[in-house]
């Protein structure tokens, strides 16, 4: 019996064990599962909504339900404080709306929560109100718990809601920062009780208020503008139809981003930024800290955010699109600016400058005057002042600003406007009707396409119809008498030049001859007399085409002969490439061509002269004789920016260059680069954007891996040949001397492997380096690096590489490796069919410095 019952009793102390122990398992997953749920509640959970018993801390994040928007503590670059801020959820910060941007906080230990009046407020370390939803003043101490809800909506909107009622107490759309997104409206009135309006951050890093402001104005006809300083207008988008702002030249009606201004029953008036017809994309607008509005959007494939090339927004001094700035008011009153002009300010027909010697000095701002009083403001009632006024027709311009609205009718708008002696100009455009303008014409564009047609009201004497016929006359007679004396000339001279052509140019068409004959030209023996007859002394450079030669006129000014060879076949068709491209080009950063000569045989080129020779000469002069500054480096960089953006975009016709190098920057005597040897571009139709040739032919090293393996060529050929230059300069070493080294075969190689190690700083030359200068130099090798991507579409174009050179586009994407950096590319992996053909049919153009 005793040893049954300890067999018993071992079983029940066994079983309550075992219970024991399930009990004890049971109850540490409980409190496990209770801990877990407390710190997602606390941290990791996606939720939207801030209330009385659950904050905003430091190190979370709240997400909308569509997760498209977060909100959380951030610090911006360059920056030692945190602000709470909303931004949209994708890799690349972009900030759409921050609260204590007046006031940051000295670490990231913040929380934003509802107060016990039920304000939203933001604390900092130390528990210090630095932000509320109301004023500071207006803080309430009540001890009862409120009754709100703050919760971050699909749309970017930070709510204060009544969980009672659901009504709206604050939102931040009702404080709006320098960040435009969808259902984001600006508006005034006394209803609103403010004017909304976005306002720049002080700098890329710095979101207190800037000097920057962009609001709706409303006077009789809606538009918006920018203001600098709360008082003088820096932009202005022109007049609102109903369905665009018809002074954005690149707005139109089948706008993707479609907006609307709305005037309630209370006399508020409210401007609905856009409406997203794209749902798909992600896009917002910042006004920026150099007053610039940007439309951004949202690239997958790229992972970045994009600046839209043909916005209708205000543009920095060189633009988005490569334009100009269209400021307010740049040509001064009676003034028209049209960036697409030799010079980009005229005087109105009928006008003069106020000023002729400040206008002869680049200086706009007096305007112009009328030549001649108009018909009401002439005293005299003589028959001759008793003529009545005209009306010159401007088409496809910006209209002057501050306009009048009439209730006149098409038809009836211009007489009108002649019955009045005040009006001076009108237009009529559907959507608007009938603006008459009383004082001075101010802000006039010229566009390309788009815009209105505006009325100039101008005296008589402009439209003179007799005085017009005796011109008509006079002109006619001299044209015949010109015509008579030019023939007898030609028929006089047809026969000796007939006879000199075939030995002159036996290979070109009569329009070449045509083309060269239009040149200025300079005869055989002034030329020798200038270079000493071609004297050796005065050689400066020597290449497949032939030499160049130094040279003295008899007037004293220095010239650069370019001597054709007689014996280079390449150099013939080199030779008229360049007479036809640089002929018709004339930029500050272009070599300036003189003339030509084509006597015994010969084909010269006359170029202005350059006194420091070419940049190769001073970056890689081995005794290093001369030191460029980073300064005159930077200038040197921007210089052959803009000279290649006039070729690509801004000049009559568009030039791709295809030999982009050290030694074909000429340098002037205050070291102004000039891009020279144009005798390898190619001119591109207006609807032509790459090109291919069996004819591979540039300099290595300089050359996209698309144009040295395809043959395909672009501006982005062009943009490549950039960043390898670029590269070049701020590290003074030619990208040749790594064929060979153990660590990178090329200079773009060295600079991506400085890009991932994070010192980038260390490609400048050290004689230059200064820690002054080191974020300048990273950004430059970061933009070099954007350059030489090895994919066309991945490079920026150049109007964006000099946007990104001025820093006008801060934030700069981040580079994917350069072409050429790997040995196998060329040396392990045997070419296809395909491929060898291109490479072996390369020609190394590697001309010394002229």
Not at 154 to 176: A, P
Not at 410 to 433: N, V
Not at 682 to 706: C, D, L, W
């Amino acid at each position: 019996m005793l040893i049954e019952g300890k067999e018993e009793a071992k079983k029940v102390y066994t079983y309550a064990m075992e219970f024991r122990r399930k009990v004890g398992f049971l109850t540490l997953c409980h409190h496990l599962f209770l801990t877990i749920s407390f710190f997602c509640l606390q941290f990791g959970v996606s939720t939207d909504t801030i209330t009385a018993h659950h904050s905003l801390e430091g190190s979370e994040t709240i997400l909308s339900n569509s997760q498209n928007f977060k909100m959380e503590f951030f610090r911006p670059e360059n920056s030692t404080k945190y602000y709470v801020g909303i931004m949209f959820n994708v890799p690349s910060m972009a900030v759409v709306w921050v609260a204590n941007r007046d006031k940051g906080m000295d670490d990231s230990r913040g929380s934003m929560g509802i107060s016990e009046d039920g304000n939203l407020l933001v604390l900092d370390g130390e528990k210090r109100v630095v932000w509320s939803s109301t004023s500071k003043s207006n803080i309430s101490t009540s001890s009862s718990p409120a009754n709100t809800t703050a919760q971050l909506l699909d749309t970017g909107n930070l709510v204060l809601k009544d969980n009672s009622s659901g009504r709206y107490l604050w939102e931040s759309f009702g404080e709006i920062s320098n960040t435009a997104v969808e259902g984001m409206k600006l508006g005034n009135g006394s209803s609103i009780g403010i004017t909304r309006e976005l306002r720049s951050w002080k700098s890329p890093w710095d979101p207190s208020p800037g000097t920057f402001s962009l609001r709706l104005r409303h006077q009789n006809i809606p538009e918006v503008i920018v203001l600098q300083n709360n008082s003088k207008i820096y932009w202005r988008t022109g007049l609102w139809n109903k369905q665009i702002f018809i002074g954005s030249q690149n707005m139109n009606s089948g706008y993707d981003y479609g907006s609307q201004i709305i005037k309630d029953v209370e006399g508020n008036i409210t401007y609905d930024t856009f409406k997203n017809m794209k749902e798909s994309t992600k896009l917002h607008y910042v006004l920026n800290s150099d007053g610039c509005y940007v439309e951004k959007h949202w690239d997958e494939e790229k992972s970045q955010w994009v600046l839209k090339s043909d916005q209708w927004v205000v543009k920095s001094e060189i633009g988005i699109s490569g334009q100009q700035c269209d400021l307010y008011d740049k040509c001064g009153p009676f003034g028209i600016y049209d960036p697409y002009a030799s010079k980009s300010c005229s005087c109105l027909k009928g006008y003069r400058p106020k000023d002729e010697m400040e206008w002869g000095n680049g200086n706009w701002s007096s305007g112009c005057i009328i030549n001649a009083a108009l018909q009401c403001h002439r005293n005299s009632s003589t028959e001759e002042n008793n003529k009545k006024d005209g009306f010159l027709k401007l088409q496809r311009v910006k209209v002057p600003d501050l306009p009048h609205w009439v209730p006149s009718l098409d038809e009836t708008c211009e007489t009108d406007c002649l019955r009045d002696c005040a009006c001076i100009a009108y237009s009529y455009y559907t959507g608007i009707g009938c603006m008459h303008w009383f004082e001075d014409l101010i802000d006039i564009q010229q566009f390309s396409t788009g815009g209105a047609d505006l009325y100039i009201r101008l005296p008589y004497s402009e439209f003179d119809q007799n005085r017009n016929n005796k011109v008509i006359i006079i002109v006619i007679t001299l044209t015949i008498g010109s015509l008579a004396i030019a023939s007898c000339l030609y028929f006089g001279l047809l026969k000796h030049r007939g006879k000199k052509s075939s030995k002159i140019m036996p290979r070109e068409d009569a329009s070449q001859v045509k083309l060269l004959d239009e040149l200025p030209t300079f005869d055989f023996e002034i030329i020798a007399k200038a270079t000493e007859h071609f004297h050796s002394g005065n050689k400066l450079g020597e290449g497949g085409f032939g030499s160049v030669y130094k040279g003295v006129l008899e007037d004293g000014q220095e010239i650069a002969v370019k001597r054709l060879s007689e014996s280079s076949a390449q150099g013939q068709k080199e030779f008229m490439n360049e007479v036809v491209v640089i002929s018709k080009l004339q930029h500050r950063n272009l070599v300036r061509l003189l003339g030509c000569c084509i006597e015994r045989g010969e084909k010269m080129l006359v170029y202005e002269f350059m006194p420091n020779g070419s940049l190769d000469s001073l970056l890689f002069d081995p005794n290093k004789e001369v030191v460029l500054d980073w300064t005159k480096r930077l200038m040197i960089i921007e210089g052959i920016g803009r000279g290649l953006l006039y070729l690509h975009r801004d000049s009559r016709l568009r030039i791709v260059h295809r030999d982009l190098k050290a030694s074909n920057i000429l340098l002037d005597e205050q070291l102004n680069p000039k891009i020279s040897d144009f005798g390898l571009a190619r001119i591109f139709g207006s609807n032509e954007n790459q090109a291919k040739t069996q004819r591979v032919i540039g300099t290595y090293g300089y050359m996209a891996p698309e144009y040295a393996m395809n043959g395909k060529f672009s501006e982005k050929s062009d943009v490549f040949s950039f960043g390898v230059l670029l590269l070049e300069i701020v590290s003074g070493r030619k990208n040749s001397t790594f064929y060979h080294d153990d660590f990178a075969i090329s200079l773009a190689a060295h600079a991506w492997k400085l890009w991932n190690l994070e010192k980038m700083e260390e490609m400048a030359e050290p004689e230059v380096y200064d820690m002054s200068f080191k974020m300048s130099i990273r950004r430059c090798v970061h933009i070099g690096l954007l350059c030489v991507q090895e994919y066309a579409d991945d490079r920026p174009n150049v109007s964006t590489v000099l946007s990104m050179l001025s820093s006008e586009i801060v934030e700069l994407p981040h580079p994917k490796q350069p072409a050429f950096t790997g040995r196998q590319r060329f040396s392990d992996n045997k070419p296809s069919k395909q491929s060898k053909s291109y490479v072996y049919s390369i020609t190394i153009s590697d001309v010394e410095g002229r």
